[in-house]
């Protein structure tokens, strides 16, 4: 348990958090930027293509990472990983080749117009073919480097340093951006501007990758690209279950304005902005613990990857509700303030998010493992649980005319059905290491801030709210406490 805590942990969330801070800066800044150089029809034109972008490029997170996970665990059993590494460059060369081509397909006049509703004059004039190619291409260029080159450091130990390039990349990402289209004042422009940089960043990561690391990294050379495609079909699964997951995170805007409307769809998304803060903070504290989480699992040593994952329960749900603790009364204010008064700030609908969070972050862990040690089939069920689950609720509150926060509670119920999935498969993996004592261990103060949450929701009694969940807090923590602090 103590390797949890070595700085090397500590460096990755340093970067992690600045990640956060990056990101969060970006959607604050390039708003405003990108309104008063372009107008507001091109920042929606800009809106539409990155969208398109980002589903193109979720076609293949679920290959990259099965190949990551391929070469991060048989480093830990085998001496020689020559065979892993060309088998999964050549996959990747094949999923990048398909990526293009479909973004070239799609970025023809006639089907992005479809897409977009947009005229075609309107996309000529633009030149929404070459911004759109531009940006596909910049953007699997710069996946394959942060999510398969800059992983090669994760089975030598050094996740910190893939964290770093990653959230430099980021950083320069958003700055080329920004003064693209401040100095350009041009949608192709600045599309041209961020291909550059994806290309200059992914060759320097390359190389910069091929002298740090102990093995050799094939470019072209020495493929079996009949054992690569096989790799694919095997990732089949868990590529369709980051498609799922993508299209879930967008497609659920899309859903509440088809059951209630878009007038109500600004409720949500800035409510659901709050909640998805929380959860960044989370998934930043669980990427560093994955190498090592992968190295356990290699090696069958399944009692320390129950005790990283209960640490992991303990600190992340300590963290997240001492944060909604003391920032409930604030956020009212806070939210009006941030929407300038014009968008209504729904209580019911933030609790139910906020819930939602804490239970996915208790399920984020779980959902990483599977992912990490290529568990694709069931990572896919529990998606395709958790997902109907959502669809069907909100569905059923538009039929019954329920209010917004029935969306809230569709989410919930589709964290807690695809939790309980996760937890049969857990006892399942780790039968014989006594896991549901864990489990009920890390959850019951969950339940019971759900609990005093629910009495302040309909109480309004900051005070009792406090003083329950520093008590909870505290039972949460007693034995860590006594075990790791008063020695």
């Given at each position: 348990m103590k390797n949890i805590l070595k700085?090397?942990?500590?460096?990755?969330?340093?970067?992690?958090?600045?990640?956060?801070?990056?990101?969060f800066f970006k959607q604050i800044i390039l708003v405003p930027i990108f309104i008063s150089c372009v107008g507001k029809d091109f920042y929606s034109f800009w809106l539409i293509i990155s969208a398109i972008v980002f589903m193109i490029r979720a076609i293949n997170l679920g290959q990259l990472n099965y190949s990551s996970n391929v070469i991060n665990l048989n480093y830990h059993i085998k001496s020689d990983i020559k065979e892993e590494l060309a088998v999964s460059q050549g996959a990747n060369l094949m999923m990048l080749c398909l990526q293009f081509f479909v973004g070239l397909v799609i970025s023809s006049q006639f089907i992005l117009g479809h897409i977009t509703n947009y005229e075609s004059t309107f996309l000529t004039n633009v030149n929404a073919q070459l911004c759109v190619v531009f940006l596909v291409v910049s953007t699997i260029l710069y996946q394959y480097s942060t999510l398969y080159l800059l992983r090669l450091f994760e089975p030598l130990g050094k996740i910190n340093l893939t964290i770093k390039y990653q959230t430099i990349g980021e950083f320069f990402d958003f700055v080329v951006t920004a003064l693209s289209i401040y100095f350009t004042r041009s949608i192709l422009l600045t599309c041209f501007a961020v291909f550059i940089f994806n290309i200059l960043y992914s060759v320097s990561i390359f190389y910069f990758i091929k002298k740090?690391?102990?093995?050799?990294?094939?470019?072209?050379?020495?493929?079996?690209?009949?054992?690569?495609?096989?790799?694919?079909?095997?990732?089949?699964?868990?590529?369709?279950?980051?498609?799922?997951?993508?299209?879930?995170?967008?497609?659920?805007?899309?859903?509440?304005?088809?059951?209630?409307s878009s007038a109500l769809l600004p409720v949500f998304t800035t409510s659901r902005v709050l909640s998805n803060s929380s959860l960044k903070v989370s998934n930043t504290m669980t990427i560093p613990i994955m190498p090592s989480i992968q190295k356990q699992f290699a090696l069958e040593e399944k009692?320390?990857?129950?005790?990283?994952?209960?640490?992991?329960w303990r600190i992340s749900g300590t963290l997240l509700m001492s944060c909604m603790t003391v920032a409930i009364p604030f956020i009212p204010y806070l939210y009006k303030l941030w929407t300038v008064n014009q968008i209504e700030f729904n209580m019911k609908l933030l609790f139910f998010l906020l819930i939602a969070i804490l239970f996915q972050n208790y399920a984020m862990i779980l959902t990483e493992f599977l992912k990490k040690t290529n568990l694709s089939r069931q990572i896919?069920?529990?998606?395709?649980?958790?997902?109907?689950?959502?669809?069907?609720?909100?569905?059923?509150?538009?039929?019954?005319?329920?209010?917004?926060?029935?969306?809230?509670?569709?989410?919930?119920?589709?964290?807690?059905?695809?939790?309980?999935?996760?937890?049969?498969?857990?006892?399942?993996?780790?039968?014989?290491?006594?896991?549901?004592?864990?489990i009920i261990k890390n959850l019951l103060p969950i339940l019971l801030f759900t609990f005093t949450f629910t009495i302040y929701l309909f109480a309004s009694n900051y005070l009792i709210f406090l003083i329950s969940n520093i008590l909870i807090l505290l039972m949460n923590n007693f034995m860590f406490l006594k075990k790791n602090l008063l020695k």
């Amino acid at each position: 348990m103590k390797n949890i805590l070595k700085t090397d942990y500590f460096k990755s969330l340093k970067w992690g958090f600045s990640s956060i801070i990056i990101n969060f800066f970006k959607q604050i800044i390039l708003v405003p930027i990108f309104i008063s150089c372009v107008g507001k029809d091109f920042y929606s034109f800009w809106l539409i293509i990155s969208a398109i972008v980002f589903m193109i490029r979720a076609i293949n997170l679920g290959q990259l990472n099965y190949s990551s996970n391929v070469i991060n665990l048989n480093y830990h059993i085998k001496s020689d990983i020559k065979e892993e590494l060309a088998v999964s460059q050549g996959a990747n060369l094949m999923m990048l080749c398909l990526q293009f081509f479909v973004g070239l397909v799609i970025s023809s006049q006639f089907i992005l117009g479809h897409i977009t509703n947009y005229e075609s004059t309107f996309l000529t004039n633009v030149n929404a073919q070459l911004c759109v190619v531009f940006l596909v291409v910049s953007t699997i260029l710069y996946q394959y480097s942060t999510l398969y080159l800059l992983r090669l450091f994760e089975p030598l130990g050094k996740i910190n340093l893939t964290i770093k390039y990653q959230t430099i990349g980021e950083f320069f990402d958003f700055v080329v951006t920004a003064l693209s289209i401040y100095f350009t004042r041009s949608i192709l422009l600045t599309c041209f501007a961020v291909f550059i940089f994806n290309i200059l960043y992914s060759v320097s990561i390359f190389y910069f990758i091929k002298k740090r690391v102990p093995f050799e990294i094939p470019l072209f050379r020495n493929l079996d690209l009949k054992k690569s495609f096989e790799q694919i079909r095997k990732s089949f699964l868990l590529c369709i279950s980051f498609l799922i997951e993508k299209i879930y995170e967008i497609g659920i805007n899309l859903v509440v304005v088809r059951v209630f409307s878009s007038a109500l769809l600004p409720v949500f998304t800035t409510s659901r902005v709050l909640s998805n803060s929380s959860l960044k903070v989370s998934n930043t504290m669980t990427i560093p613990i994955m190498p090592s989480i992968q190295k356990q699992f290699a090696l069958e040593e399944k009692h320390l990857i129950l005790q990283k994952i209960s640490l992991f329960w303990r600190i992340s749900g300590t963290l997240l509700m001492s944060c909604m603790t003391v920032a409930i009364p604030f956020i009212p204010y806070l939210y009006k303030l941030w929407t300038v008064n014009q968008i209504e700030f729904n209580m019911k609908l933030l609790f139910f998010l906020l819930i939602a969070i804490l239970f996915q972050n208790y399920a984020m862990i779980l959902t990483e493992f599977l992912k990490k040690t290529n568990l694709s089939r069931q990572i896919l069920v529990y998606n395709l649980i958790k997902v109907p689950t959502t669809v069907f609720f909100i569905l059923i509150s538009g039929i019954y005319n329920k209010g917004i926060h029935f969306v809230g509670i569709g989410l919930l119920a589709g964290e807690l059905t695809g939790l309980t999935y996760l937890l049969i498969i857990m006892s399942i993996l780790f039968n014989g290491f006594k896991p549901w004592k864990e489990i009920i261990k890390n959850l019951l103060p969950i339940l019971l801030f759900t609990f005093t949450f629910t009495i302040y929701l309909f109480a309004s009694n900051y005070l009792i709210f406090l003083i329950s969940n520093i008590l909870i807090l505290l039972m949460n923590n007693f034995m860590f406490l006594k075990k790791n602090l008063l020695k």
